[in-house]
């Protein structure tokens, strides 16, 4: 089970998050702007943070960047409706280590466990095998 903070201001899109991360059973929690985020994440360090861009008050861009500025590690996916290469890549040059479109689909739970994979192969030291869980025999 991992933690994940699903920051997004629409509250029925978070409904439907938190049914699909609740069933791969991971505890979910949630803030409805980037500046609630940002205080929730570095209070609580989840595993994985799903990042809307565009909110009120703090959009996802200046909460990923002050998110690393502050020295959170873990792995941000930005869950996002925009489909333009200009925001997806500017999203990877602040800080998210993946993308995740909205509106979420039948592969939501495949590409959150990949998200989650890619920050375990980031942060396994070097040289190190990774565990067969990623492999089917």
Request: charged share 30%; glycine share 8%.
């Amino acid at each position: 089970m991992a933690a994940v903070l699903h920051i997004d201001d629409d509250q029925l899109l978070h409904e439907v998050v938190k049914e699909n991360l609740t069933e791969m059973g991971h505890e979910v929690h949630h803030a409805e702007n980037g500046k609630i985020g940002v205080e929730l994440a570095l209070k609580l360090t989840p595993d994985l943070i799903l990042m809307d861009m565009e909110m009120p008050v703090m959009t996802g861009f200046e909460a990923t960047k002050a998110l690393r500025d502050d020295g959170y590690d873990g792995v941000i996916a930005a869950l996002t409706g925009t489909s333009k290469i200009k925001d997806l890549a500017n999203a990877v040059l602040i800080g998210c280590d993946d993308y995740i479109p909205k509106p979420i689909g039948e592969d939501f739970k495949e590409r959150v466990k990949a998200a989650m994979e890619r920050g375990r192969m980031r942060d396994a030291p070097e040289g190190e095998a990774l565990d067969d869980q990623l492999f089917d025999d």
